[in-house]
């Protein structure tokens, strides 16, 4: 028998989260209309405002997919194309209202969800849950970073 034949709880819960994430995804992708590609875009902007070449890089497509990209957000309204703070030659996508408000108010019911279970852990529950996924993120490393 090998290591992977039985997996403990934390193993099984975390398989459910994968599984769970992705349809959390297509369920936002698809009540959105946006592409997966233009979804992880919109994402990426709400965090922090990239450059169209960046953009490729992180979605792992073309500069020219990634400006297709860009373009259909921009035309929905989600997105806007500024002149970089130190260079006027490049370009910055950030986040409009709207781009955040189509990510936001389709997870809120989850962010309300997952507030309410950290309210109800302590301290130190929390720091464990927090070890656990960061290690989780790292372990996903392992095979997401060989790209």
Request: hydrophobic share 40%; glycine share 6%.
């Amino acid at each position: 028998m090998s290591d992977f034949d039985v997996n403990p709880p934390t193993m099984e819960a975390v398989q459910d989260l994968v599984v769970a994430a992705l349809e959390v995804r297509r369920a936002v992708a698809r009540r959105s209309g946006l592409s997966d590609l233009e979804l992880a875009a919109l994402e990426h902007v709400v965090t922090e405002p990239s450059s169209p070449g960046e953009l490729a890089r992180l979605l792992k497509v073309t500069t020219g997919a990634s400006t297709g990209v860009v373009d259909r957000l921009e035309q929905r309204g989600h997105v806007q194309r500024r002149a970089h703070d130190s260079d006027r030659r490049r370009t910055v996508v950030h986040v409009t209202p709207s781009g955040r408000t189509e990510i936001v108010d389709h997870l809120r019911p989850m962010l309300v969800a997952l507030t309410e279970l950290d309210e109800g852990l302590s301290d130190t529950e929390r720091e464990v849950v927090e070890r656990y996924l960061r290690g989780v993120i790292a372990a996903f490393g392992q095979v997401s970073d060989d790209d």
